[in-house]
C-alpha cells in the first residue's frame, strides 16, 4: 500500500507562483506513474500533469501547459508540481495520485491510478 501527501497549496493572487509537494511512503514500487489533478466544487476531478518514473515523460492538460511543471525526486520519492502565472480558474483541490505504471494512452484518467492523497487546496484571487 502506498500513501500520498501533499503539501504547499494557499492562497496566492492572480499571476503569482505556488509549488506542491506529495511525498510517497510504504510500497512506493507502485508509484512509478505519478500525478496531479484537481477539483473545484461540482465538478469532476480533472487531470493536470502526469509524470514517468525517470521523468523523460511528462503530458499537461492543455489548460496548464506552458505555466506548469511536473518534476520527481525518486531518491526521496516526492513529486513537485510547479504552478506559474496562476490564474483565477486554477483554484482546486489538488491531489496527487500514484500508478505501477506509467499508461501513455490512458495517462490522464482518474481509474489508471491506484493510490490518492487527500488534497491540498489551492486558491487563486483575482
Known amino acids: 500500500q502506498v500513501q500520498l501527501v501533499e503539501s504547499g497549496g494557499g492562497l496566492v493572487q492572480a499571476g503569482g507562483s505556488l509549488r506542491l509537494f506529495c511525498a510517497a511512503s510504504?510500497?512506493?514500487?507502485?508509484?512509478?506513474?505519478r500525478a496531479w489533478f484537481r477539483r473545484t466544487p461540482g465538478k469532476e476531478r480533472e487531470f493536470v500533469a502526469a509524470i514517468s518514473r525517470s521523468g523523460t515523460t511528462t503530458d499537461y492538460a492543455d489548460a496548464v501547459k506552458g505555466r506548469f511543471t511536473i518534476s520527481r525526486d525518486n531518491a526521496n520519492n516526492t513529486v513537485y508540481l510547479r504552478m506559474n502565472s496562476l490564474k483565477p480558474e486554477d483554484t482546486a483541490v489538488y491531489y496527487c495520485a500514484a500508478a505501477r505504471f506509467y499508461n501513455i494512452y490512458y495517462y490522464a484518467r482518474p481509474s489508471e491510478y491506484d493510490s490518492w492523497g487527500q488534497g491540498t487546496q489551492v486558491t487563486v484571487s483575482s
Open positions: 510504504g510500497r512506493t514500487s507502485g508509484t512509478n506513474a
